[in-house]
């Protein structure tokens, strides 16, 4: 039963790890698999408020959501030689994988939801620094490496609201 802890902290510090240094780090260079994520997911992101309509497409799909789900299902794969000596351990890391995806791909269909929810991951998107708050489903390793940086209810988001409104109007 140790395994579901360690399986959940591993999760969440491969979530880190990866959205830090490899979906932002390799990712910001176009043409390599992974600059879906900067290059189209945040982008669509930004000009949606925070809405990814990526996430109505298939996950089968050759697009930002498919690479997303075969990630996952690769890392899931990487753990299951694992399975016979440590079950929890694996279950958990198969179920880490599905919350995120469940999680990811609901905060990207309704911000309302994101907002209250997963504060930390609108942030990552909406705030002015994307190279933050790197967590998805959990901010503890963002709180551990120091680099959550609330956005949410401040006066900067308060002023980037109040700029995009009187863009609309224009």
């Given at each position: ?7 959940l902290a591993v999760a969440n510090l491969a979530e880190w790890l990866i959205h830090k240094h ?13 600059s879906f994520h900067w290059h189209e997911h945040h982008r669509n992101a930004r000009a949606s ?12 799909a050759w697009n930002a959501q498919g690479k997303e789900a075969l990630g996952l299902v690769g ?96």
């Open positions: 039963m140790l395994g579901i802890p360690i399986g490899v979906l932002h780090g390799k990712g910001r260079v176009r043409g390599t698999f992974w408020g925070f809405v990814d309509h990526d996430y109505e497409r298939s996950p089968f890392m899931s794969l990487l753990v299951t030689p694992l399975l016979p000596i440590a079950p929890f351990f694996v279950m958990t890391s198969y179920y880490s994988s599905y919350r995120y995806y469940r999680a990811h791909k609901r905060a990207h269909q309704d911000p309302a939801w994101a907002r209250e929810n997963v504060p930390w991951h609108y942030d990552h998107h909406m705030g002015p620094d994307q190279d933050a708050n790197w967590c998805v489903t959990r901010p503890w390793f963002d709180h551990v490496m120091g680099t959550r940086k609330p956005y949410i209810g401040t006066e900067r988001e308060q002023a980037d609201e109040a700029r995009r409104a009187r863009r609309v109007q224009s």
